[in-house]
């Protein structure tokens, strides 16, 4: 049904590996920055990573988060905006070391961030290997550009939902729609089903 | 959101490498300054390709969008140079709700655009002169010549309320005495509304540029909730 672009045609002749790149996305050899407002700048003195809500709420200083068992994942990226970045590298903690470490049974977070960006995700996608939060890239300490001190990664979702600047999650009973969920973005983003807005 | 099939009106080159194109959308619900849609093309081997574009025009005016064509790109060039009036595009939108201009915001208005980051912001200018806002605006508009200024003719005849400042970082006209160097701390100083007056700054452009001035205008003292960002992904990959 869609009409045909008359003299359109695939510039890049090279394929794009198969099965890893989700639909409407470009492989990019850059890392491109987006964000709503001016780039955060904490200091790691000032820094604390927090789990609220549940029957245990934890928090750890950036002294105490360096201390705990971190990994290095090699993972592709996907965002909104249609950029998709392979094989990158990140270190962090992951989040099971994190939610094993509060008693909880809400089924939802909403991640919050310095300069106040938020976004919400279900508990079951940070868990079992499926999300960090990471404070290294490609070997060097996270830029702040990119979200640094630390940024949520949850590669199976669009990007917007790896939070930067992550300080915390706060667990809920419902799904509270963040800071792009509440302009019109997806309330889950999974790229291979290609859910980039409400509705889709 | 739907994508519906929409039909190229005409099209305006702004510069040598930008052109507007208007387009006629039988089922748009009408969109606020500063939003962007989607293009999407379908080539006849059923190959499809995706791209955001800020809309270009006010709300009530058609739905314009502007293009640079990158040299690399994959659909920049297309839709600047061989897309004619009476091709039918698919599009969906309007989409983004944070980067918008309403004329019911308060505060003199910082908009500050580096090259192409220009469209929204003239959305934006002129959704405020089609109501007869009176909010004072200026407009940094960093390009690299002032053959490269989009929009040059319709900026000049903006009127009182609205002070245009040009920085024209490469090559400058003759007898030039504008700013001749990219934005830095004392640029964004001395063109900033003070922030005692409650200003409220939008900007738009490559990634660079935008890190700095949103940077540089917190650093005089912007609450960072005032400074609204929007950063094209010009990576130099369309």
Redo the contacts between chains.
């Keep these: 049904m ?11 002749e090279e394929a794009e590996p198969a099965g890893r790149v989700p639909p ?1 996305q ?1 492989v ?3 890392f ?9 700048h904490t200091p790691v003195a000032n820094w604390t990573f927090s789990i609220e809500g549940g029957q245990s709420p934890a928090s750890w200083t950036w002294a105490e988060f360096q201390a705990l068992p971190a990994e290095t994942v090699t993972v592709d990226i996907h ?1 909104v ?3 998709s970045k392979l094989d990158t590298v990140w270190k962090g903690v992951s989040l099971d070391v994190l939610l094993g470490a509060v008693s909880y049974d809400a089924p939802y977070v909403l991640a919050f961030c310095d ?2 960006y938020t976004t919400n995700l279900p508990v079951a996608d940070l868990k079992d290997g499926k999300a960090w939060v990471a404070y290294s890239y490609g070997g060097s300490p996270l830029a702040p ?1 990119h979200g640094g001190p630390a940024r949520l990664l949850v590669p199976h979702l669009y990007f917007w939902k790896s939070a930067k600047w992550v300080r915390g999650l706060r667990l809920r009973e419902t799904d509270a729609p963040g ?2 969920e ?3 973005y997806h309330m889950y983003g999974d790229p291979w089903r290609e859910q980039r ?4 | ?1 739907a ?1 519906q ?1 929409a039909t190229v009106d005409s099209l305006v080159d702004e510069t040598a490498s930008v052109r507007t194109i208007l387009l006629s959308v039988p089922d748009w619900a009408g969109h606020e300054a500063g939003q962007h849609l989607d293009v ?6 059923g ?6 574009y800020s809309i270009a025009s006010a709300p009530g005016e058609p739905v314009a969008i502007t293009v640079e064509r990158l040299d690399d ?2 659909v920049s ?2 839709l600047t140079e ?1 897309l ?1 009036a009476g ?4 599009l969906r939108g309007p ?5 918008v201009w309403e004329p019911a915001f308060s505060g003199p208005l910082l908009l500050l655009a580096g090259g192409s980051g220009v469209v929204p912001l003239r959305a934006m200018l002129r959704h405020r002169s089609r109501v007869g806002s009176s909010v004072p605006v200026r407009l940094l508009y960093s390009a690299r010549s002032w053959a490269e200024v989009i929009y040059r003719a319709e900026l000049a005849r903006l009127g009182d309320g609205v002070q245009v400042i040009y920085a024209l970082t490469r090559e400058q006209p003759p007898g030039w005495t504008g700013y001749a160097r990219r934005a830095d701390q004392a640029m964004i100083t001395e063109v900033a509304w003070p922030v005692a007056q409650a200003p409220l700054a939008y900007v738009c452009g490559p ?1 660079n540029f935008v ?1 700095a001035v ?2 540089d ?2 650093a005089l003292g912007y609450p ?2 005032q ?5 094209f ?1 010009a ?4």
Aim: aromatic share 14%.
């Design positions: 869609s009409p045909i672009s008359r003299g359109f045609h695939r510039r890049h409407g470009y990019t050899p850059d491109p920055v987006l964000s709503a407002g001016p780039t955060p965002c905006t249609r950029w300069g106040g550009e800071f792009w509440m302009y019109g807005y409400a509705g889709d | 959101m994508w099939t999407r093309l379908t080539a006849e081997d190959y499809r390709a995706e791209r955001s790109g994959e060039p297309y061989e004619r091709d039918e595009i698919e989409i983004g709700g944070y980067f990634t890190e949103a940077a205008l917190v960072p909730a400074v609204k960002t929007e950063r992904g990576t130099g990959t369309p």
